[in-house]
């Protein structure tokens, strides 16, 4: 049952895995329509990452191919975003977020700066990190280094057991 009009999440989408599936899955769970802030190049740049990102188009391609594959992009808005926020400090419709352990602390920032703007706070809907085989998060570093797959399934089980 959806309790929501209008539900945010964000993210980079560089590599797409298994907790991101899960991300969008409650998130489309919880709202009629997800606003979906990608990240911009200009954004991913300013975070000083250590490796290298697919552009932007690339990522917005294959987060489109995702949510077409749920079945959900008639209700999905993408909209890049050039910082942490994104529209969720400013848009009065947004309702609810959805975040990982990883991005919790940053809804409580977010709901500080709509307080100081005078909007409603967002409900916060944290989801657990998605395990990998080994019980250690999914995540698009450990794939990039080929540690997992998109899955959490190990692929050099002797170097990492």
Do not use: C
Not at 1 to 20: Q, S
Not at 75 to 85: Q, S, V
Not at 92 to 118: C, H, M, Q, W
Not at 145 to 161: M, P
Request: hydrophobic share 40%; charged share 30%; no cysteine.
């Amino acid at each position: 049952m959806r309790r929501f009009r209008l539900v945010a999440i964000g993210g980079t989408f560089d590599v797409i895995h298994k907790g991101h599936g899960e991300l969008l899955r409650t998130a489309f769970e919880l709202g009629d329509k997800v606003l979906i802030g990608l990240t911009t190049d200009a954004f991913v740049r300013s975070m000083g990452k250590s490796h290298s990102v697919k552009p932007y188009v690339e990522r917005l391609e294959g987060l489109k191919k995702l949510l077409a594959n749920m079945q959900v992009m008639s209700r999905a808005i993408i909209t890049p975003i050039e910082d942490p926020y994104g529209p969720t400090v400013s848009d009065p419709a947004i309702e609810a977020i959805v975040v990982s352990d990883e991005t919790y602390d940053r809804a409580f920032e977010i709901n500080r700066l709509r307080e100081i703007k005078g909007l409603k706070t967002l409900e916060v809907v944290k989801i657990p990190m998605v395990l990998a085989e080994d019980g250690k998060p999914i995540s698009s570093t450990r794939i990039r280094l080929g540690e997992i797959d998109e899955n959490g399934r190990l692929l050099r089980k002797d170097k990492f057991a």
